[in-house]
Nanobody, 124 residues
Framework: QVQLVESGGGAVQAGGSLGLSCAAS????????MAWFRQAPGKDREGVAA???????RFVESAKGRFTISHDGAKNMLYLQMNNLKPEDTAMYHC???????????????????WGQGTQVTVS
């Protein structure tokens, strides 16, 4: 059974940094696509960053230059380093995984089968 467990969320002031982690288990993620999504209250879930271990990462425009995604296939871990956080980054952040996702679709919610429960990020 595939499980994704996020950690590392919290409260931070604007301009600060947070690092999120996602531990994956249940199948080999070393060559699969993993991504971070977020959902703020009253808003749709949106893709933030996606990584496939043999390809280049993809970011939503608002995260470019501030967020970094890394994918450790050997440890089945996905990370999101968030710098220069803004109040509009406040949301529940979810990790997602899928066997394969076309690069152009890697920030689309409906491309992913496996999801974690999320970790809250609050920026004030």
């Amino acid at each position: 059974q595939v499980q994704l467990v996020e950690s590392g969320g919290g409260a931070v002031q604007a301009g600060g940094s947070l690092g999120l982690s996602c531990a994956a288990s249940g199948y080999a993620f070393s060559r699969n696509c993993m991504a971070w999504f977020r959902q703020a209250p009253g808003k749709d879930r949106e893709g933030v960053a996606a990584s496939e271990i043999t390809g280049k990462p993809r970011f939503v425009e608002s995260a470019k230059g501030r967020f970094t995604i890394s994918h450790d296939g050997a440890k089945n871990m996905l990370y999101l380093q968030m710098n220069n956080l803004k109040p509009e980054d406040t949301a529940m952040y979810h990790c997602a995984a899928e066997m394969f996702v076309d690069y152009r679709k890697r920030l689309r919610v409906d491309e992913y089968t496996y999801w974690g429960q999320g970790t809250q990020v609050t920026v004030s």
